[in-house]
């Protein structure tokens, strides 16, 4: 199983109103690949969730914004879905993203093609992530990444 994080600003385009190009497609291309996969989108912000399709899940942390950028979000995600750590990945186009994967150690794609609503988050600047820069190449990494069974980076 295989669960990806990723927040509001990484599918909905603020400047068209409306989602990224292709982007709910390849998401739900994702969650296609397996019965066990799953998306969530979170967001402080409980009116931005509205827009999510009923394909992707969704979790309001409008009552607890302290828990946004903590580990202790994935930690409660990880328990409730039964999802291993490494199963995690963060598809991030804003700096709480970022904190977000770095905190938990796991796995961050950095949507450049979201970077419209937020460029100047040094997750852009200073170059954070996995480039992603649209949606063909979001589903060449789901085609490509997701069935490494080891891990992908050293233990020291």
């Not at 989602?19 to 931005?48: C, N, P, R």
């Not at 942390?61 to 963060?90: A, C, G, H, T, W």
């Not at 700096?95 to 937020?118: E, G, Q, R, V, W």
């Amino acid at each position: 199983m295989k669960l990806l994080i990723t927040s509001t600003d990484a599918i909905y385009d603020k400047q068209k109103g409306g989602f990224f190009d292709g982007i709910i497609d390849t998401l739900e291309y994702f969650l296609s690949l397996s019965e066990e996969h799953e998306v969530v989108v979170i967001s402080v912000h409980k009116q931005s969730l509205s827009k999510i399709p009923n394909s992707l899940k969704t979790l309001n942390l409008s009552q607890n914004k302290k828990l946004r950028m903590s580990p202790d979000l994935i930690k409660l995600i990880s328990e409730k879905l039964e999802i291993v750590y490494e199963d995690f990945i963060v598809l991030g186009a804003k700096n709480s993203d970022m904190i977000l994967a770095a905190n938990a150690k796991i796995l961050l794609l950095t949507a450049d093609y979201a970077k419209s609503n937020n460029p100047n988050d040094s997750i852009y600047v200073d170059k954070y992530g996995i480039a992603i820069y649209d949606d063909k190449r979001l589903k060449y990494f789901f085609d490509h990444y997701l069935n490494i069974e080891t891990p992908w980076f050293f233990f020291i």
